[in-house]
């Protein structure tokens, strides 16, 4: 069982950045590949960023390509997910979501691939 606690959410301005964290509980940490998803207002949950086991293989949604790092710290049970010039339409709550696996799939982008999801944070982006 893998407990996720996200936390970084808050009120910003169009063209500020954030970074948000997900602790995660529970051993083996880099045995968990990780996702970050997003849910605006109104809108189905979507893919944002996916980061393996060990860091090295990472996938972003197009939506946030150039603007996002997702990143990890294994010693720490943490995956952070940092977002510059944000807009808008970045307003959602965050979610970051675990594998039971430590490989990033063909499917990274599906949630039914992620076992493990926290409560989620908001993100409100001003214009």
């Known amino acids: 069982q893998v407990q996720l606690v996200e936390s970084g959410g808050g009120l910003v301005q169009t063209g500020d950045s954030l970074r948000l964290s997900c602790a995660a509980s529970g051993r083996s940490f880099e045995g968990n590949a990780m996702g970050w998803f997003r849910q605006p207002p109104g809108k189905e949950r979507e893919f944002v960023a996916a980061?393996?086991?060990?860091?090295?293989?990472?996938y972003f949604a197009d939506s946030v390509k150039g603007r996002a790092t997702i990143s990890r710290d294994n010693a720490k049970n943490t995956v952070y997910l940092q977002m510059n010039s944000l807009k808008p339409e970045d307003t959602a709550v965050y979610y970051c979501a675990a594998r039971s696996v430590s490989y990033v799939g063909s499917s990274y982008y599906k949630l039914g691939d992620y076992v493990y999801w926290g409560q989620g944070t908001q993100v409100t982006v001003s214009s």
């Open positions: 980061i393996n086991g060990n860091g090295v293989i990472i």
